[in-house]
Each structure stands twice: as structure tokens, then as C-alpha cells.
């Protein structure tokens, strides 16, 4: 399996357009090297690919990345999508896909996520010809859509239920299916990827995907649960917002000790300071044997 980091960033990326927090302002000078919103493409062959969410950054991702640019007149490598919630930093580059031509793209997501997006005149589209945006069963191996389906046929693809939250303009509510994960694996093969941008917790599901994958991708939106409050960023918890923070008690690093998984933590928001590599909660994260995802890295496994 071929992965690529497209982006790394949680929403608003790094830096952000309305921020000068320390590593914003890093990253406007070139101490810090930017980041995109997040997001992976996955692909069995190099040739067909999968995207694990959709960025609003995804025209640029696309141009800094050759295999996800056409090869004829007008075409993508790119079969479809798979989202794991239906915040905006997550989805937002469907409406820049739009464009599609008579294929479409088959998307993927929870029946709360469809239901929540597709309210959204941008994204509305993508739920009818030529696109067809699907259901994932939670907890359940994805069957195929026929021939032009990258899920099924090439990949097998589960969706794991994550404790989470629908996004800020949903209200923050919590409901089954608001958050999901992805356990992905080549046909055939036992090279096992998790895909876990966003959880608010790590349950027991969670926490036997982790033990079970080759590679976790997983939540390093905030290193700390009062990160946004003491920089005087916004008046909100780390986990008021949906997420785990990574460092501190009970906290990702503490939950996942003595894991085996390779980790990458991604979906960095601007304000953590596992962005800089100077900083304690680097060397913390380094010295746990975690990797810290940046725009381009690739993974072969
Ligand atoms: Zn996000
Ligand atoms: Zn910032």
C-alpha cells in the first residue's frame, strides 16, 4: 500500500489567516515548515486512489503530488472518497471537485455524516448522478460498488465508531457515527492502516484498531487540554471541541504506552506545540517512539 500525507493541519492549517500565535507567526518566516489541511491518499497500484478525507486544500495537495493529476484531457486518478466526519477541513475540497465529468466519485461515509453533509447546498451534489455518496456499515467490512470502486475490489475497508462529536455547526452533538475511523488493508494482504484524524476519546474499539494496525494515523490536534485557553486563542477545552489531547493524563500518549503500532500523530491544529521542534512536547512525542506526520511524507507498508 502506497500512503501519502497530503496535508497535516487540522482546520485553518499552519499558518492560519486569522492567527499570530507563536507557530503561525514561525511558519510565516520559514522556522516552521506549512502545513495543509489534513488529509491521506491511499492507493494499491499507484494508479487508482483513495482519498481519506478532502481538504479544502485538495487543488493544491493534487498539484504537489503527480500521481493524483490527469492523464488524459480531463480524468483523475482519484475513484473516491472516504470521510470520517462532517466537519469542513474534512469535506469542504468536494465543492473545489465538483467538476468531475460523467464518473463521479463514489464517497464514503457514516449515515449521520451523509445525512449532516449533504444538508449543505455545496456538498449536496455529491448524492446524486454521477456521484454516488454511500453509507458505511459501522463496525462492518465496505462491500464493492462494481468495477470502477477502489473500495472492495483493490482495498477492504472497515469503519470503527470513535466517541466524537457532529461539527460546530451541527452543535457539537454527541451521536453514534458522528466520528468514524478507518481500518484499511490491501486485498489479500495483512498490511493494516488505521486512519483515526479525530476521536474524543480512545475506547475500547478504538484502542484494539490501533493494537491491530501496521500503522495508525491519529489525533494530534492538541497537545494539551487548555492549549487554546493559555495562549489566548478561544475560550474552549480540548476536549469541549471532540478531541483527545496528546500529551498530559489520560491523554493519547499515556492511553497508547506500550503500543507496538507504528503511530503518526496528524491533524495538527496551529496552536500545538509538537509543531515545534524545539519545544518539550516534541521530545516528548519523539521519545515515545510516535512520529509527527508533515504535507508529503509517504509511507510504502
Ligand atoms: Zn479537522
Ligand atoms: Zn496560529
Known sequence: MIVRVLGSAAGGGLPQWNCACANCRAARTGRLARRSQSGLAISADGERWLLLNCSPDIATQIEAFAPLQPQQA???????????????????????????????????????????????????????PPHRWLEVPLDRTCQSEGAGDIVGNELSVR??????????????????????????????????????????SIDEALMRAVSAANVAFV??????????????????????????????????????SGSTTRL???????????????????????????DISYDGMELRF
Request: proline content about 7%; hydrophobic content about 40%; some cysteine.
Open 74 to 128: 480531463r480524468g483523475t486518478p482519484i475513484l473516491g472518497m472516504l470521510l470520517t466526519d462532517a466537519n469542513v477541513d474534512h469535506l469542504g475540497g468536494l465543492a473545489t471537485l465538483r467538476q468531475a465529468g460523467a464518473t463521479g466519485f463514489i464517497v464514503r461515509s457514516s449515515a449521520v455524516v451523509r445525512e449532516i453533509a449533504t444538508a449543505q447546498p455545496a456538498f449536496a451534489p455529491f448524492a446524486q
Open 159 to 200: 469503519a470503527i465508531s470513535v466517541p466524537g462529536v457532529t461539527p460546530g455547526y451541527d452543535g457539537r452533538r454527541r451521536r453514534q457515527g458522528a466520528v468514524v475511523a478507518y481500518e484499511i488493508c490491501e486485498r489479500g494482504r495483512d498490511n493494516r492502516l488505521l486512519f483515526a484524524p479525530v476521536f474524543a
Open 219 to 256: 489525533d494530534g490536534s492538541f497537545y494539551s487540554d487548555d492549549e487554546l485557553i493559555a495562549a489566548g486563542l478561544l475560550p474552549k477545552r480540548t476536549r469541549d471541541l471532540g478531541h483527545q489531547p496528546v500529551g498530559g493524563a489520560g491523554g493519547t500518549l499515556e492511553r497508547l
Open 264 to 290: 503518526i500523530f496528524t491533524h495538527l491544529n496551529n496552536s500545538n506545540p509538537m509543531l515545534d521542534p524545539q519545544s518539550p512536547a516534541h521530545a516528548q512525542t519523539r521519545a515515545f517512539g510516535a
